[in-house]
């Protein structure tokens, strides 16, 4: 079943760094902007929070802007967000997809920030 995976978070201390990945298993990544989101809690809005070009170029929402560093490599068919000096307000799951043909979402994958 062709979904996109997103992998990567974890518990993490405030000021700590966690790596977050999205793999599209049978739907190409490539030949699209990729969005990443953020939902706080269960129910609340997805937020849109960067965006990676399909080559590389990337945007950022103000709340992680010089803290957060998208990158994609086609070749593996993956996106990336390198989450730097996390806060506590980064805590929720964290999503990608496609902008302009988007699939099904995927499971997410949870940061947790805490002390």
């Known amino acids: 079943q062709a979904q996109i995976v997103e992998s990567g978070g974890d518990l993490v201390q405030p000021g700590g760094s966690l790596k977050l990945s999205c793999v599209g298993s049978g739907v190409p990544l490539n030949i699209d902007i990729v969005n990443w989101y953020r939902q706080r809690a269960a129910g609340k809005e997805r937020e849109l929070i960067a965006s990676v070009g399909i080559g590389g170029g990337t945007s950022y929402d103000d709340s992680v802007k010089g803290r957060f560093i998208g990158s994609r490599d086609n070749s593996k068919n993956s996106v990336y967000l390198q989450l730097n000096s996390l806060k506590f307000e980064d805590t929720g799951t964290y999503y990608c997809?496609?902008?302009?043909?988007?699939?099904?979402w995927g499971q997410g994958t949870q940061v947790a920030v805490s002390s």
């Open positions: 997809n496609r902008a302009s043909m988007p699939v099904g």
